[in-house]
């Protein structure tokens, strides 16, 4: 994972360093640290981090205003919360200010570099049990119709975007459809593209509220 660069954003100073260290040592560049969520989004600014590790529980900001400010940035990083809890209102709120995924603190370090990765890929990573909760929040959310004048996407995009609707990878993905990872990510930028979503996650509620995911 050399080259990946990846910001560290947790008040509590042993796990924050903790945190880092691990990350190095799997070969991220650690570009930042910060224990301030206003700190952490001028820091970001500046370093230009691809991930951003960050904790929900901030002395002067809540983690959610954190993800709120960083995704509305020039150059949004991918943010993946870190956080010891596990409520439903605060892993929804999350998504929803544009976390791209959430793990909670008692994920074992494989786990955890793990999923720094795939959200730097553009995964919407999750700790097992999450995923269904945010899928069926936008279920939920997607009750009513939906128009059907929406962009045209072509038969290959649409199957791609039917896979990422049911959670698969994009490795999955490329294995399923006998495609190169890369072809499958510049399926996945085109289908972004087109219909003016900025990340994986608002790509997943898109194909939700059309059904694909249950195709």
Known sequence: MSGLRVMVVDDHPMWRDGVARDLAEAGYDVVATTGEGRQAVRVA???????VVLDLQLPDMTGVEVAGRLAAGEHPPRVLV?????????VLEAVKAGASGYLVKSASR???LDAVR????GDAVFTPGLAGLVL??????????AADDGPRLTDRETEVLRLVAKGLSY????????????????HVQNTLNKLQLHNRVELVRYAIERGLDEG
Request: aromatic share 4%.
């Open 110 to 112: 494989p786990e955890f």
């Open 45 to 51: 600014a500046a370093v230009r981090p691809d991930v």
């Open 118 to 121: 795939r959200t730097a890929e």
């Open 171 to 186: 490795k999955q993905i490329a294995d399923r459809l006998v495609l190169s990872h890369r072809t499958v990510q510049n």
């Open 136 to 145: 069926g929040e936008y279920r939920r959310l997607a009750a009513q119709p």
């Open 82 to 90: 870190l956080s010891a809890s596990a409520e439903q209102e605060d």
